[in-house]
Each structure stands twice: as structure tokens, then as C-alpha cells.
């Protein structure tokens, strides 16, 4: 049953990476400055989001929906609407997260960590992550609809807890479209957007703890 | 450097909160046993002060044989273990959860909320308290598991798949 799994596994594998093309330096170099330039010039997101978790070996998936804003400089609002109510705020030095009547407050300012965590996260939400060099090894590939970056935690550890992280880049407008967290059993965590508005007025008060 | 992330992650997915459970009395009949073949749960487990919440799927995979896994609300998986008669497999567990007297735990615990049997070797290190609310259908809507002797308490609100 093992091997027929692992030969399933690789050759499932090869009809993905089939269908990507690695990319040349030069486009390499020339996606990261459009990214760049994107993340520069976006001040605020909002956008719907779908999350679903994957569980291979299980043929199973839990979907969650929720609502996510974004605003310069480093205010984010990540709502679970279902099924059930979650709330993570970040907001500056500060974080909140909320499930159902128990609220968590950290500190960001006075931890060294969770400066490091809250980086990824915007990082991966503006897609500026795929020049983490510190902490990330990281390809670029294409596919039809996408610029594909794959990166790789370069602790061990870390990779262990959040397995790799995809970032899908709309081709069009370079904006991060949807990200897998994938782990080294082949399950994933996706995460797509959708009804996207850039730079739209979003009051201080939603990111409010 | 390296390890702050790690560190970070723990503490991310890691927030205080403690209640109490009464003990109803085992062994208890368990719902996860006769057709039972999947059921998915809204959870909170609090561990030593600290509390993780997330979604738990128990799936049976064979004849005896459970797949159990919970996840935080943003997709980590927490842990992922199998349960058989006898024996029990830890496919995943959270780095600072991944000890030896941890593993054997969840063992006892899944083993007793699962298969519905108690040890005979009962003491108050060695025993944990099943609470049931009963719901509209043959389901409990929520199962509370509380094991004073490490003070682990674990939630599974019942949810449709």
C-alpha cells in the first residue's frame, strides 16, 4: 500500500511540476521588482478569503471562509466568519487574537519573536516574503495563470511546524492571489482571495484591539 | 535567530484559558464505535495553561482501526495520530508537545473516548473524566474530556462535515 502511495505521490508530482516552467534569472529578477513595486505602491487590502485544509491520506478537507484587511504600515485584520468566529488582529507592535469569548493580547514590541512571526506573515500577504534570503530558500516558477514561488523555511524547526509556503502571483497585477502552507505529509493548508479592493479608505478602527 | 521563529509559533498558537468538568462516571458508550465512520469537532484543548483551539476530524479507517487529527484554526496541524486495538501511532505531534509521557497521554485518553473501555489500573494520575451533553440526534452535541492529573482538558463540539 506504501509504495503504491509513493509512486502515486511522484507521479502526481511530476504532472503538477509538468505543467511549470522554471524561470531564467533575468525574469526572475525582473517578477521580484514588479512584486516590489506592487507591495510599495498598495496601501490598503481588503479582500474575502476561502481556507481550506487539505488532509490527503485522509480524503478529507475542512473549508473556512473569512473577511481579511490590510493596512499600511503593518495593521491586519484576518476574520474567520465560518464556521465558527476567529479573529486575529495585528496592529503596529501589538496583536489580539479572539475565539469566542477569550480574547489573547502579545506584545510584539517586547518580543523579538513575534517581530520575526508578524514579518512572515506580511511578508506572505504582500508577497514581499519571496526576498527573505535570511530565512527563506525560494524558487520562482510559472504556470498558465501564475507566478509560482516556493519557498522553503531555512530552520528546521520551522519548516517542521509550517512545511513550505507557495505563493501564487496573479500575473496581471503581481499581487499575491493564494498561498499553500504544505507540510511533508502532502497536506495543505490553501488559502485563496478573492473580491480584492486596493487602496480603498479602511478606518483605523477595524484594526482597533 | 533560528530558533525565535520556532519559539514564535508556539507561543502564536498558544493562549491561557482553564474551566472545570464533572465526572459522569465510566465507562461511557462511546458514539465512535458500532457504524460510526466520521465526525469532525470545533475544539479547545487546554494543556498545562495553555490553550489551543482548532478543528479535530476522527475518521475510522479500518475495522477498530482511527485516524484523529486537530488542527488550529489556521491550518497547522497540531497533532495526527492513528489508533488501533493495540497499538498507537504519532504520524505528527507539535514540537514542545512531542514527549514520551505526552504520546502515552493521548493514547489513553483516545483510547477511552474511542473504543469506550476503562483501565483497570485506576488512580487519579491514570483517570480521565468523560462529560456528554446530549444533542438533538443520537450524537452528544458536545464531548468534554478532563484528565486532572496533568490538567488537560479537551472540548469536541460536535459540527457537520
Redesign the interface.
Known amino acids: 500500500m506504501d509504495k503504491v502511495m509513493i509512486i502515486l505521490f511522484i507521479f502526481l508530482s511530476n504532472m503538477t511540476m509538468s505543467q511549470q516552467t522554471q524561470l531564467t534569472e533575468k525574469e526572475t529578477r525582473e517578477i521580484k521588482q514588479k512584486v516590489r513595486e506592487m507591495a510599495f505602491m498598495t496601501r490598503t487590502i481588503e479582500s474575502d478569503f476561502v481556507q481550506e485544509k487539505e488532509m490527503n491520506v485522509l480524503a478529507e478537507k475542512i473549508t473556512s471562509r473569512g473577511k481579511f484587511l490590510f493596512k499600511k504600515d503593518k495593521m491586519l485584520r484576518w476574520e474567520y466568519l465560518t464556521p465558527f468566529p476567529y479573529l486575529i488582529i495585528i496592529n503596529k507592535d501589538r496583536m489580539m487574537v479572539k475565539d469566542e469569548d477569550k480574547e489573547n493580547h502579545i506584545n510584539l514590541q517586547s518580543s523579538k519573536v513575534f517581530r520575526e512571526v508578524n514579518n512572515i506573515i506580511m511578508g506572505a500577504i504582500q508577497g514581499t516574503l519571496l526576498d527573505d534570503v535570511k530565512n527563506f530558500s525560494s524558487t520562482l516558477l510559472e504556470s498558465k495563470n501564475h507566478y509560482i514561488c516556493k519557498l522553503i523555511p531555512l530552520n528546521p524547526k520551522l519548516k517542521e511546524s509550517l512545511g513550505e509556503i507557495w505563493l501564487y502571483f496573479n500575473k496581471s497585477d503581481f499581487m499575491v492571489e493564494k498561498l499553500e502552507m504544505r507540510d511533508a505529509s502532502g497536506d495543505y493548508t490553501r488559502i485563496t482571495f478573492s473580491s480584492k479592493k486596493i487602496n480603498q479608505t479602511i478606518p483605523d478602527e477595524k484594526f482597533a484591539l | 535567530?533560528?530558533?525565535?521563529?520556532?519559539?514564535?509559533?508556539v507561543?502564536?498558537i498558544l493562549?491561557?484559558?482553564c474551566s472545570t468538568v464533572k465526572d459522569l462516571g465510566v465507562p461511557w458508550e462511546s458514539p465512535f464505535t458500532g457504524s460510526f465512520e466520521?465526525a469532525?469537532f470545533?475544539t479547545?484543548l487546554d494543556i498545562m495553561e495553555n490553550?489551543i483551539?482548532g478543528?479535530t476530524?476522527i475518521?475510522k479507517?479500518a475495522d477498530s482501526a482511527y485516524?484523529i487529527?486537530f488542527?488550529n484554526?489556521?491550518?497547522?496541524?497540531i497533532y495526527?495520530f492513528e489508533l488501533f486495538p493495540e497499538s498507537f501511532k504519532v504520524?505528527?505531534l507539535?514540537?514542545p508537545m512531542y514527549k514520551k509521557v505526552m504520546i502515552k497521554i493521548f493514547e489513553r485518553d483516545f483510547r477511552q473516548l474511542i473504543y469506550g473501555f476503562i483501565y483497570s489500573r485506576q488512580n487519579f494520575f491514570n483517570k480521565t473524566l468523560i462529560k456528554v451533553k446530549k444533542g438533538k440526534d443520537a450524537w452528544p452535541s458536545e464531548i468534554m474530556l478532563y484528565n486532572p492529573g496533568i490538567k488537560m482538558e479537551m472540548q469536541l463540539q460536535h459540527?457537520t462535515?
Do not use: A, P
Open positions: 535567530m533560528k530558533s525565535l521563529h520556532f519559539s514564535g509559533l507561543v502564536l493562549t491561557l484559558g466520521k469532525l470545533k479547545s490553550h483551539s478543528y476530524l475518521k479507517t485516524h487529527v488542527s484554526e489556521i491550518g497547522m496541524t495526527d504520524n505528527y507539535f514540537g459540527m462535515l
